[in-house]
């Protein structure tokens, strides 16, 4: 008894929520501004002697509703969020706009994501205890391998004592490699001589050639004074 109660309490709290009315009278919707969510039924009542309809002159979808005489009504269901501007054709000045928020839609999402949150939180719990219990497990055999290992190494400072004969032997190869590099340098006065030696003999023919004009302009000179005396 109390369940068939219920629904028919339920029932008509969704319906009258998400039905609304407008009225024609005095030449003018009554009220001209509405806003709705998406889904909501809209129904327009002609309280005039005049017979008035609806046109949209803006908007997502088109409306025209059948010309309504005095007492009739008509309703339409929207579906489609936007902001729906109409009038009447029969009485232009006869002007008002519906606004359809998409609030149905909005809501949605929020149960979505405060599920996915609770699987979230869910898993993460067990990916947290999961991995501390297996890591922590694991790390006892590594301190206990990782003892070992220092142990072993220990020993490796009593071969310190080896390093200086190796070091005796580089030192042993630097000087040779040192004494090849001298012997460039004592080539190089070697090899710097032979070009002081061209150049003594280019300055010995010089000279000579010298000699030799100054030979020939003094004789010519005296072979002039010998002709002139006589």
Known sequence: MLVPLLLLWAAPGPASAAT??????GYAFSPAALTVPVGSTVTWTNQDTAPHDVKTTSGPVSIHS????KGQSWSFTFTTAGSYGYYCTVHPDMTAR????????????????????????????????????GTGHHTAPTTSAASPAGRSKSPTPTKSPSAPPTSAPAAAAAPSAAGPAANPQALEPTASARPLDGLLVL????????????LL?????????KQDAA
């Open 20 to 25: 609304y009315r407008v009225a024609m009278k």
């Open 98 to 133: 519906i606004v359809v928020q998409a609030a149905p839609t909005s809501a949605a999402p929020t149960h979505t994501h405060t599920g996915s949150d609770d699987h979230e939180s869910g898993t993460g719990a067990g990916a947290g205890t999961g991995t501390g219990s």
């Open 203 to 214: 300055a010995g023919v010089v000279a000579g050639v010298a000699v030799l004009c100054l």
């Open 217 to 225: 302009v003094g004789s010519r000179s005296a072979a002039r004074e």
């Open 66 to 69: 059948p010309m309504l005489q």
